[in-house]
T-cell receptor, first 113, second 114 residues
Framework: NAGVTQTPKFQVLKTGQSMTLQCAQD?????MSWYRQDPGMGLRLIHY???????DQGEVPNGYNVSRSTTEDFPLRLLSAAPSQTSVYFC????????????FGNGTRLTVT | AQKITQTQPGMFVQEKEAVTLDCTYD???????LFWYKQPSSGEMIFLIY??????QNATEGRYSLNFQKARKSANLVISASQLGDSAMYFC???????????FGTGTRLTIIP
């Protein structure tokens, strides 16, 4: 009964390094998304996907890439890390439509020095 | 314009009292869902309760109820008989039918006092 699995839980990067945050779900959800959470700003949508092969930008997409080659996986790539990307990142998934709640992973705390 | 507004950054409530967390929303869609999430200090996001735009009855889940006033565009969370374990951040969120994206408010930090 894994739900949404995010790895790693913690990561420290130097400015300019790249990395991939992994996200996998086993609930056969069509919809997957990435959020970042910063103090006082709630959760802001980075990228989302409504199905395999389909991705779109959210509120704050700059500096991040995503792809969705399978229904289960939705990795988030940081191309060249910047201190402004220090944040807590959440992956979430759901069935499609307005009436389904999102199920969240446990988050990744990323620090960029 | 803000889609979800939570006007109470922080609240302190005595244990066993009821508490209402405010949430107003803005949408022109007819189909939308309203959600409340709890984030304890451990950091995970816990889904609490949901209300659909076409639902005529207020949603309830145990001690949680959602006071849905469609004409006022408000979706307040009511927690009855508060407990120390209710201390957490609470986020209101909306999902619009056309866009599917879930938009969050900035949250309310609730502290229950023994």
């Amino acid at each position: 009964n894994a739900g949404v699995t995010q790895t790693p839980k913690f990561q420290v990067l130097k400015t300019g390094q790249s990395m991939t945050l992994q996200c996998a779900q086993d609930m056969n959800h069509e919809y997957m998304s990435w959020y970042r959470q910063d103090p006082g700003m709630g959760l802001r949508l980075i990228h989302y996907s409504v199905g395999a092969g389909i991705t779109d930008q959210g509120e704050v997409p700059n500096g991040y890439n995503v792809s969705r080659s399978t229904t289960e996986d939705f990795p988030l790539r940081l191309l060249s890390a910047a201190p402004s990307q220090t944040s807590v990142y959440f992956c979430a998934s759901s069935f499609g439509g307005a009436f389904s709640p999102l199920h969240f992973g446990n988050g990744t705390r990323l620090t960029v020095t | 314009a803000q889609k979800i507004t939570q006007t109470q950054p922080g609240m302190f409530v005595q244990e066993k009292e009821a508490v209402t967390l405010d949430c107003t929303y803005d949408t022109s869609d007819q189909s939308y869902g309203l959600f409340w999430y709890k984030q304890p200090s451990s950091g995970e996001m816990i889904f609490l309760i949901y209300q659909g735009s076409y639902d005529e009855q207020n949603a309830t889940e145990g001690r949680y109820s959602l006071n849905f006033q469609k004409a006022r565009k408000s979706a307040n969370l009511v927690i009855s008989a508060s407990q120390l374990g209710d201390s957490a951040m609470y986020f209101c969120a909306m999902r619009e039918g056309r866009r599917e994206k879930l938009t969050f408010g900035t949250g309310t930090r609730l502290t229950i006092i023994p």
